[in-house]
């Protein structure tokens, strides 16, 4: 049972290329979230999904894009990348969601930096 | 809108106790709190529902006030592993609420020997 699984750990990407980063759980964990983390801030929510197929707008989700064609797969797409752009994302899933009692469990977090 | 969370750091003594406040400017239906130590995933500590819940995690507790929309998460006897960046995250009612959690800035707590 490996949880959320993030996959880069660290990238770095020159100004307007683009680059997907991958989330799978193996939890059948319907909800499914991204957070960015700046450096000392808190989280932020970019997207998230409540099933496969159902996917919406978190608080920061300009210059990105997700899809859902899977319980188990979450994939966040930068498309153009921009030095705003540097930061920790995390992975996240609960079973169903906030309001049933449903902690968020992450992945370990992948490190993105933008030059 | 984001809670506000206090103090925005703060160092004890081991054995010392602890309290972190979040406060939110909107009606809450949930709070949940999480640690995260540095380079790593943020841990769940646990999730208060109803207005005036206590819920207990070892020496970790917390309070939701659901009319003052505040939370307070308790350390006691506080122990080096307590250390790291403590976070709520708050749901709020009504729209814009609901199935997004809006965390807090973060308290970094540090306990010495």
Same mark, same amino acid.
């Given at each position: 049972?490996?949880? @959320? ?27 499914m979230y991204w957070y960015r983390q700046d450096p000392g801030m808190g989280l932020k929510l970019i997207y998230y999904s409540v099933g496969a197929?159902?996917? &919406? ?8 894009? @997700? #899809?859902? #064609?899977?319980?188990? &797969? ?9 030095? #705003? ?14 309001? &049933? ?15 | 809108?984001? *809670?506000?969370? +206090? *103090? ?6 081991? /054995?010392?106790?602890?309290?972190? $406040?979040?406060?939110? +400017?909107k009606a809450l239906y949930s709070v949940h709190w999480y640690r995260q130590k540095h380079g790593e995933a943020p841990v769940f500590l646990m999730i208060l529902l109803k207005g005036g819940e206590q819920k207990g995690h070892e020496k970790i507790?917390?309070?939701? $006030?659901?009319? %003052?929309?505040? +939370?307070? !998460? ?5 122990? !080096? ?7 709520? /995250?708050?749901? +709020? !009612?009504? *729209?814009? /609420?609901? $199935? %997004?959690? =809006?965390?807090?800035?973060? =308290? ?6």
């Open positions: 049972n490996a949880g @959320v699984t993030q996959t880069p750990k660290f990238r770095i990407l020159k100004i307007g290329q683009s680059m997907t980063l991958q989330c799978t759980q193996d939890m059948n964990h319907n909800y197929g159902i996917t &919406d707008k978190g608080e920061v989700p300009n210059g990105y894009n @997700v #899809s859902r #064609s899977t319980t188990e &797969d979450f994939p966040l797409r930068l498309e153009l990348a921009a030095p #705003s752009q540097t930061s920790v994302y995390f992975c996240a899933s609960s079973y169903p969601g906030y309001r &049933d009692n449903s902690p968020l469990h992450f992945g370990n977090g992948t490190r993105l930096t933008v030059t | 809108q984001q *809670p506000v969370q +206090s *103090p925005q750091a703060v160092i004890l003594r081991e /054995g010392e106790d602890a309290v972190i $406040n979040c406060s939110s +400017s507790s917390a309070s939701f $006030n659901e009319k %003052k929309q505040q +939370s307070s !998460l308790y350390l006691t006897a506080s122990q !080096l592993s307590y250390s790291g960046t403590y976070f709520c /995250g708050t749901e +709020s !009612l009504g *729209p814009g /609420g609901g $199935n %997004k959690l =809006t965390f807090g800035t973060g =308290t970094q707590l540090k306990v010495e020997l």
